[in-house]
């Protein structure tokens, strides 16, 4: 049985050259440190070859477009899905780099190459206006913060969110006063969110004693004094209204 040939960067060339001769295009490989150079008239395209999408691969990329608008990255074609996710992302930085991306296939003994985006300019507001409801969603969340508990970066650690602030407002107002109904609550400054946060009772925090009177409970009682910082500052804020 024979080993399988390890694939270099040299193997993604003959594809390539075919497409863009079938394009009209004169095409030449090395030159002036350009893996691909393609020419139709004063049209000018560069190619650069690489094995992976990297880094490395993006910024020589980017060095090529002092020469050329018209510049491609080409790798061969992944083993993993096109429609994933992680390939989206990667794909949106080629684009908004204003590149083109080029993968390279390998049926039976030969090879072929499929132009998967084309260089052209990056609409920044196209783009910001189809992901307007994410946009919204970070100035909702940080409207929503008193302030900023989280360190950027954090993976491993308790996240603090809009929601679970509110929850701590609500407890901190119920330890204080005790038992009051969701429309006290809104009075006393605790938002609009009371009653789905009490129904719901996502951490256990709360129970209903009668019909719409709710009081916080020993769980909760414990659980709140991990954040001290905000129990003091929501607890202030009861002293300065009354």
Same mark, same amino acid.
């Given at each position: ?129 189809? @992901?307007? +409801? ?31 602030? @509110? ?9 204080? +006063? ?22 719901? @009772? ?41």
């Amino acid at each position: 049985m024979t080993e399988k040939k390890k694939l270099q960067e040299v193997d993604l060339y003959k594809s390539i050259q075919r497409y863009f001769s079938r394009e009209g295009y004169e095409v030449y490989g090395e030159v002036k440190d350009c893996d691909i150079v393609a020419v139709k008239q004063d049209e000018l395209v560069i190619v650069e070859l690489k094995l992976t999408l990297s880094v490395d691969l993006l910024v020589q990329a980017a060095k090529r477009q002092k020469l050329t608008d018209q510049v491609y990255i080409a790798i061969p074609r992944p083993k993993g899905r096109l429609n994933s996710k992680q390939w989206a992302d990667k794909c949106h930085l080629v684009k908004r780099l204003e590149l083109g991306l080029i993968v390279v296939s390998f049926p039976g003994n030969g090879s072929k190459a499929d132009i998967l985006i084309h260089p052209t300019p990056f609409n920044r507001k196209i783009a910001t206006g189809r @992901n307007k +409801m994410k946009r919204d969603a970070i100035l909702k969340e940080i409207s929503g913060r008193s302030a900023d508990f989280n360190v950027g970066g954090s993976s491993r650690t308790k996240i603090m969110t809009a929601y679970k602030e @509110n929850c701590i407002q609500i407890a901190c107002i119920l330890e204080k +006063m005790g038992p009051l109904s969701p429309k006290v609550l809104k009075v006393m400054g605790a938002g609009d969110k009371i009653p789905s946060i009490l129904t719901n @009772n996502y951490y256990g925090w709360f129970e209903r004693i009668k019909r719409g009177t709710y009081a916080i409970t020993e769980k909760g009682r414990l659980e709140v004094q991990e954040y001290q910082d905000l129990m003091k500052y929501y607890l202030d804020k009861l002293e300065t209204r009354g």
